[in-house]
């Protein structure tokens, strides 16, 4: 009974126990307010734990690996959760941004974004991170590769991004900013323009991120030229450069890219080129080896990177008008890069308020009258020849292609024309050749009697008896040589025209992809030193029509007899193996040329022969002439002293011979 009421009372109190509970039970909104309460308690705590995990990560970091680039490989960052790691390195880059840049640190972070403006003549892409023209694609222009190799469509990259910008030093409390590695602000957005049509862009970096303290770069483009605008605008800056600085170094590098058929050739044609104020221009000297360096003690007019066939220009409106500048040159280490420029320039600075150095940019082709029409002498870059006879010759030459070009032709039919041309210009010099050739031919009877008629010791005396003869019949043995020696200039001049003729670049020809490179038949599986790995077909019809042709006109060389003309006949015959070793690996246009020249000497020499000499009549004149009393000449007098001199000589020698 006792155990019967001890349970009764237990099971009340449970059941008073769980109405008093549900009783007392918080409503809904007091459960909602409670757990806001506990979140922002925990929140909190976990902010003040985070922020002191993130001070604690950088003091270590810092204390430990100063240099961000190791930061970012260390252990210590790598451990860190995501969110806090960027957190973490973009404190520290600050950090030591503020160490290194002074009053430039705060644009070290930021945002790196490209902007393009596409006109007429190329697609420039901008960015932000270091205000530079990141890449300069050339519209309507391709690379050898691209074209004829990989076979696709694709503009043409003026130079390689990674390797190429402007660097502004910007010396501030007693540290040196790079503008190539800040973070510029800009408003600019992508665009497209044409014609008549311009667009500005501005980048900034500001000082101590005050709005009035900044340097500036502005370009301004034009939907059809080659040419911009290049502004380096320095506003409120003159309490901000320490003090003494007179000139803020200005380096301007440019990676190329190889463009063309042979790197080899491209390096061979590409170099520095600079103006000083009075129009001289020059170049860095040097081969296509190693680095050149080149010190410049003079004020600059403009600076020029010139490629084979393009080239990247920087021209201040009142030059550079520093005393000391260097300039280098770096061959490419690959296959696929050509050179690499720098030139360490510098901008004048006077502490004003506000301070502009302007600039035009060329960014274009090496074509000779596009250069020629700014009128600032960039077209002297492009050799067409040292001496100033060929030079002459050459201008001569480039304004007979733009002729026969704004008329459409193909450039082919463009070569036969300049080819008919010259043979016609030089038309009086190969026919008085082809004359001295019948004489020396009709002579030879006459110079073989002499050969019988003097033993082999004599041949002094046999010489004088030629000469003799020669002066009778009114015949010069240089007449033949002299108008040979006149047309020198004209080959030497071709030889310095086609390979950098840009009208022939990518102009192809039969066999031929390109008229400035060689054209090949076949692709050999090994290479023969001096000749290369090819065959070119252009090249091997020259040597064959130089053959014939030297085989024709041989007879002046047979006439004269003797041990030096069988010499002077080998190496007739030499020349034209030598010309095949060299234009085998030369521009296909320079083969063009020589083997149509070739051709058209050997129709003249046979119309010549046929119906322009009467050899009858021209050995009656000969006869004629051997009956007068000859004139001698200054030079056959100078001749014969010569050989008396030289018999008396021998008769000196052989007498003391005989004393002893």
Same mark, same amino acid.
């Given at each position: 009974?006792? #155990?019967?009421?001890?349970?009764?009372?237990?099971?009340?109190?449970?059941? +008073?126990?769980?109405?008093?509970?549900?009783?007392?039970?918080?409503?809904?909104?007091? /459960?909602?307010?409670?757990?806001?309460?506990?979140?922002?308690?925990?929140?909190?705590?976990?902010?003040?734990? /985070?922020?002191?995990?993130?001070?604690?990560?950088?003091?270590?970091?810092?204390?430990?690996?100063?240099?961000?680039?190791?930061?970012?490989?260390?252990?210590?960052?790598?451990?860190?959760?995501?969110?806090?790691?960027?957190?973490?390195?973009?404190?520290?880059?600050?950090?030591?941004?503020?160490?290194?840049?002074?009053?430039?640190?705060?644009?070290?972070?930021?945002?790196?974004?490209?902007?393009?403006?596409?006109?007429?003549?190329?697609?420039?892409?901008?960015?932000?991170?270091?205000?530079?023209?990141?890449?300069?694609?050339?519209?309507?222009?391709?690379?050898?590769?691209?074209?004829?190799?990989?076979?696709?469509?694709?503009?043409?990259?003026?130079?390689?991004?990674?390797?190429?910008?402007?660097?502004?030093?910007?010396?501030?409390?007693?540290?040196?900013?790079?503008?190539?590695?800040?973070?510029?602000?800009?408003?600019?957005?992508? &665009?497209?323009?044409?014609?008549?049509? &311009?667009?500005?862009?501005?980048?900034?970096?500001?000082?101590?991120?005050?709005?009035?303290?900044?340097?500036?770069?502005?370009?301004?483009?034009?939907?059809?030229?080659?040419?911009?605008?290049?502004?380096?605008? =320095?506003?409120?800056?003159?309490?901000?450069? #320490?003090?003494?600085?007179?000139?803020?170094?200005?380096?301007?590098?440019?990676? %190329?890219?190889?463009?063309?058929?042979?790197?080899?050739?491209? /390096?061979?044609?590409?170099?520095?080129?600079?103006?000083?104020?009075?129009?001289?221009?020059?170049?860095?000297?040097?081969?296509?080896?190693?680095?050149?360096?080149?010190?410049?003690?003079?004020?600059?007019?403009?600076?020029?990177?010139?490629?084979?066939?393009?080239?990247?220009?920087?021209?201040?409106?009142?030059?550079?008008?520093?005393?000391?500048?260097?300039?280098?040159?770096?061959?490419?280490?690959?296959?696929?890069?050509?050179?690499?420029?720098?030139?360490?320039?510098?901008?004048?600075?006077?502490?004003?308020?506000?301070?502009?150095?302007?600039?035009?940019?060329?960014?274009?082709?090496?074509?000779?009258?596009?250069?020629?029409?700014?009128?600032?002498?960039?077209?002297?870059?492009?050799?067409?020849?040292?001496?100033?006879?060929?030079?002459?010759?050459?201008?001569?030459?480039?304004?007979?292609?733009?002729?026969?070009?704004?008329?459409?032709?193909?450039?082919?039919?463009?070569?036969?024309?300049?080819?008919? +041309?010259?043979?016609?210009?030089?038309?009086?010099?190969?026919?008085?050749?082809?004359?001295?050739?019948?004489?020396?031919?009709?002579?030879?009877?006459?110079?073989?009697?002499?050969?019988?008629?003097?033993?082999?010791?004599?041949? =002094?005396?046999?010489?004088?008896?030629?000469?003799?003869?020669?002066?009778?019949?009114?015949?010069?043995?240089?007449?033949? %040589?002299?108008?040979?020696?006149?047309?020198?200039?004209?080959?030497?001049?071709?030889?310095?025209?086609?390979?950098?003729?840009?009208?022939?670049?990518?102009?192809?020809?039969?066999?031929?992809?390109?008229?400035?490179?060689?054209?090949?038949?076949? #692709?050999?599986?090994?290479?023969?030193?001096?000749?290369?790995?090819?065959?070119?077909?252009?090249?091997?019809?020259?040597? +064959? &029509?130089?053959?014939?042709? &030297?085989?024709?006109?041989?007879?002046? =060389?047979?006439?004269?007899?003797?041990?030096?003309?069988?010499?002077m006949k080998i190496m007739m015959y030499l020349m034209p193996v030598v010309f095949l070793i060299f234009l085998n690996s030369y521009s296909a246009a320079l083969s063009y040329y020589?083997?149509?020249?070739?051709?058209?000497?050997?129709?003249? =020499?046979?119309?010549?022969? /046929?119906?322009?000499?009467?050899?009858?009549?021209?050995?009656?004149?000969?006869?004629?002439?051997?009956?007068?009393?000859?004139?001698?000449?200054?030079?056959?007098?100078?001749?014969?002293?010569?050989?008396?001199?030289?018999?008396?000589?021998?008769?000196?020698?052989?007498?003391?011979?005989?004393?002893?």
């Amino acid at each position: 009974m006792k #155990d019967k009421k001890t349970l009764i009372g237990i099971g009340l109190i449970v059941v +008073i126990m769980i109405v008093w509970g549900i009783w007392m039970q918080p409503s809904k909104e007091e /459960r909602q307010r409670e757990a806001a309460i506990k979140k922002h308690a925990l929140d909190s705590t976990n902010a003040a734990n /985070r922020e002191k995990f993130i001070q604690d990560s950088i003091e270590l970091v810092k204390a430990n690996l100063p240099d961000t680039n190791a930061i970012i490989k260390d252990s210590a960052i790598l451990n860190l959760p995501d969110s806090i790691q960027e957190i973490v390195l973009d404190s520290i880059k600050l950090a030591n941004a503020k160490n290194t840049m002074g009053a430039f640190a705060s644009n070290a972070t930021g945002e790196s974004r490209l902007i393009t403006v596409e006109t007429e003549k190329f697609l420039l892409t901008f960015n932000t991170k270091g205000g530079n023209i990141h890449r300069a694609q050339l519209i309507g222009h391709q690379s050898y590769k691209s074209r004829f190799v990989d076979k696709k469509k694709d503009t043409l990259d003026l130079f390689i991004p990674e390797e190429s910008g402007f660097n502004t030093y910007l010396s501030t409390e007693g540290k040196s900013a790079e503008s190539n590695i800040l973070f510029f602000t800009t408003n600019a957005k992508s &665009t497209k323009i044409k014609g008549s049509e &311009t667009t500005k862009l501005s980048f900034k970096i500001f000082a101590n991120n005050d709005s009035s303290k900044y340097l500036e770069y502005v370009y301004t483009i034009s939907g059809n030229d080659y040419m911009i605008n290049f502004d380096v605008n =320095m506003v409120g800056l003159d309490k901000v450069i #320490d003090p003494g600085v007179n000139e803020l170094p200005f380096t301007w590098t440019m990676g %190329c890219p190889s463009q063309e058929h042979k790197v080899s050739k491209e /390096r061979e044609n590409s170099n520095i080129y600079y103006s000083d104020m009075e129009g001289e221009v020059r170049q860095v000297k040097g081969g296509v080896k190693g680095v050149k360096d080149r010190e410049i003690k003079f004020p600059l007019k403009w600076v020029s990177f010139k490629q084979q066939f393009f080239s990247a220009a920087l021209i201040p409106n009142n030059g550079f008008p520093g005393n000391m500048y260097t300039m280098s040159t770096i061959p490419g280490l690959k296959d696929d890069a050509n050179k690499k420029f720098e030139a360490e320039l510098a901008i004048p600075y006077n502490y004003a308020p506000k301070e502009s150095f302007q600039m035009r940019m060329y960014l274009g082709t090496n074509h000779r009258n596009t250069l020629k029409s700014y009128h600032i002498g960039l077209a002297k870059q492009i050799d067409i020849g040292q001496f100033f006879l060929i030079e002459w010759i050459n201008l001569g030459v480039i304004e007979v292609f733009n002729f026969f070009a704004k008329a459409g032709m193909n450039y082919g039919i463009i070569i036969i024309m300049l080819t008919l +041309i010259i043979k016609l210009i030089t038309m009086p010099l190969i026919y008085k050749t082809f004359v001295s050739s019948a004489k020396m031919r009709l002579l030879k009877p006459d110079i073989d009697a002499l050969g019988e008629k003097f033993k082999p010791e004599e041949a =002094m005396q046999k010489q004088q008896a030629v000469m003799q003869l020669y002066r009778k019949a009114g015949v010069s043995p240089l007449s033949g %040589c002299i108008p040979a020696l006149l047309q020198m200039p004209i080959l030497f001049a071709m030889i310095a025209f086609f390979p950098a003729a840009f009208e022939l670049r990518q102009q192809g020809l039969l066999w031929a992809n390109d008229l400035t490179t060689y054209d090949s038949i076949l #692709d050999l599986p090994f290479n023969i030193p001096a000749y290369g790995s090819h065959v070119s077909l252009f090249a091997l019809l020259m040597t +064959i &029509t130089t053959i014939f042709y &030297t085989k024709m006109n041989s007879s002046q =060389m047979t006439a004269t007899g003797g041990i030096q003309a069988q010499q002077m006949k080998i190496m007739m015959y030499l020349m034209p193996v030598v010309f095949l070793i060299f234009l085998n690996s030369y521009s296909a246009a320079l083969s063009y040329y020589y083997f149509l020249s070739n051709l058209i000497s050997i129709l003249l =020499m046979l119309f010549i022969r /046929r119906f322009m000499i009467d050899e009858k009549k021209l050995h009656s004149q000969i006869e004629e002439n051997k009956k007068k009393t000859p004139k001698k000449s200054k030079w056959m007098g100078r001749m014969e002293e010569i050989q008396k001199a030289r018999q008396e000589q021998l008769r000196q020698q052989q007498k003391g011979g005989k004393k002893k």
